[in-house]
């Protein structure tokens, strides 16, 4: 339970820390007379949840070291964490701000925690593992096993 508790004040630290540099990039952003999509619109999806709407509107804006980590937050919401641990990883190596180096190392180190911690990796059949079903023995994934329910 404590670790859950960590994990959500690291997120919620995340948010925040992300809700300003997306201020400032808008600011920036109107401030340029840039039109097309903003940060502040990525922002208000991926605060909402709503992760893959987030992700097909930084596909149609230019690379930034924003868009990388929005892109790690959101596919960290959807829990596809090699692809959010990769978008980090550029932001750590590439970007110029250092606040936003030191989020997305920090949603970085999260992210390994979360994938070493978790029980389920995404190889096969779990409960056939379990359960000594044949689907544990051949390697395959979800076939072959008892049902359940």
Known sequence: MQKYLSYLLLATALILASTALTLTASAKDSASGKSGPSMKAVHNLYSSGQYKDALKLIGKM????????????????????????????????????????????????SVRSYSRARTYSGNGN?????????????????????RVG
């Open 62 to 109: 230019p690379q930034s070291d924003l868009t990388h980590y929005y892109s790690g937050l959101s596919y960290q919401g959807l829990n596809q964490t090699s692809r959010a641990s990769a978008e980090y990883n550029w932001v750590v190596s590439y970007s110029k701000n250092a606040q936003l180096r030191q989020n997305a190392s920090r949603a970085l180190k």
């Open 126 to 146: 779990v409960y056939a593992r379990y359960n000594g079903t044949a689907a544990a023995s051949s390697g395959g994934g979800g076939g072959g096993g008892r």
